[in-house]
């Protein structure tokens, strides 16, 4: 059972920044894309980053120039930086390998003055 555990979510100022953390059980994040996914209130879940095995990134348009999907493989935790936060960016954060496994509780993100 792949066991993804997100943190470092919080209440933050429009323009602020926060850094979400994917903390796996064992290796599974260094050899298979892992991706960040949010869902607002009354909304349905959306991809926002992935970065593949080999590095490579793709990121929503909406977080394109403000987020940035990085990963440890020696700490088997994979990143998200977020900087210029807009309330619209309000949501669960999760986080999840791309092909597989199975959400998790996810880290909430509110962008509130």
């Known amino acids: 059972q792949v066991q993804l555990v997100e943190s470092g979510g919080g209440l933050v100022q429009p323009g602020g920044s926060l850094k979400l953390s994917c903390a796996a059980s064992?290796?599974?994040?260094?050899?298979?894309?892992i991706g960040w996914y949010r869902q607002a209130p009354g909304k349905q879940r959306e991809p926002v980053a992935v970065?593949?095995?080999?590095?490579?990134?793709n990121y929503a348009d909406s977080v394109k120039g403000r987020f940035t999907i990085s990963r440890d493989n020696a700490k088997n935790t994979v990143y998200l930086q977020m900087n210029s936060l807009k309330p619209e960016d309000t949501a669960v954060y999760y986080c999840?390998?791309?092909?597989?496994?199975?959400w998790g509780q996810g880290t909430q993100v509110t962008v509130s003055s």
């Open positions: 064992g290796s599974i994040l260094s050899g298979n894309a």
């Open positions: 970065i593949r095995s080999g590095g490579s990134t």
């Open positions: 999840k390998p791309v092909n597989f496994g199975s």
